[in-house]
């Protein structure tokens, strides 16, 4: 069975330092990884899709890189801004793209 | 924009009660998904579906069924309501085949079941 794992479960960075944050999963038979925000309350924004046959994807201040063989995903976030601030979730999908499991996210707060 | 909407933000229902959530997408999507969230828990997936009156159970289906009559739409039903399922209730939505994986979330349903 699939588990994935977030590290660190929180994080508090002063305004313009770059965010670090790491996922890890067990199994590598994926079909893509995806990173979504999620603000208080409400639904999740997907941010990232990396296919399993890419290394990287970049949108604006951030990339997220994918290490399939080891197990591992990382999303960077340049110059971070208050309005950064939400809880960032990492999924993987199953072998026929369909299925999703995620981490327990990483909670960002970063300080004006 | 994909859009997926869910037939309410909140909900409060008695113990026993039956209980409809209601979720329709409006990109033709095959796949739909219900989640629950719950803290320390995470997301958690409930039931699936990846075509008109196909479903699939996911990690925790007990408590729970599901209908999809329409391709646009899918019901999460509890038949009867218990405390243990106060959560949030997370619909989403994606294409299969080539366009596989990338899920497109609802709001969300805040359920509290007293």
């Known amino acids: 069975k699939q588990e994935v794992t977030q590290i660190p479960a929180a994080l508090s960075v002063p305004e313009g330092e770059n965010l670090v944050l790491n996922c890890s999963f067990t199994d590598s038979a994926i079909y893509n990884l995806q990173w979504f925000r999620q603000d208080p309350g409400k639904g999740l924004t997907s941010l990232l899709l990396?296919?399993?046959?890419?290394r990287e994807q970049t949108s604006g201040r951030l990339n997220a890189s994918l290490d399939k063989s080891s197990g591992r995903s990382t999303l960077y976030i340049a110059a971070s801004q208050p309005g950064d601030s939400a809880t960032y979730l990492c999924?993987?999908?199953?072998?026929?793209?369909?299925?999703?499991?995620f981490g327990g996210g990483t909670r960002v707060l970063v300080k004006p | 924009d994909v859009k997926v909407t869910q037939s309410s933000r909140y909900l409060v229902k008695r113990t026993g009660e039956k209980v409809f959530l209601e979720c329709v997408q409006d990109?033709?999507?095959?796949?739909m998904f219900w989640y629950r969230q719950d803290p320390g828990l995470g997301l958690r997936l409930i039931y699936f579906s990846y075509d008109v009156k196909m479903k699939e159970k996911g990690d925790i289906p007990e408590g729970y069924s599901v209908s999809r009559e329409k391709k646009e739409r899918f019901s999460l039903i509890l038949e009867s309501a218990s405390t243990n399922q106060t959560s949030m209730y997370l619909c989403?939505?994606?294409?299969?085949?080539?366009?596989?994986?990338?899920?497109?979330f609802g709001p969300g349903t805040r359920l509290t079941v007293t």
């Open positions: 990109m033709d999507h095959e796949n």
């Open positions: 990396i296919q399993s046959s890419q």
């Open positions: 989403a939505s994606s294409l299969s085949g080539t366009g596989a994986g990338k899920q497109y």
């Open positions: 999924a993987v999908s199953d072998a026929a793209g369909n299925k999703l499991t």
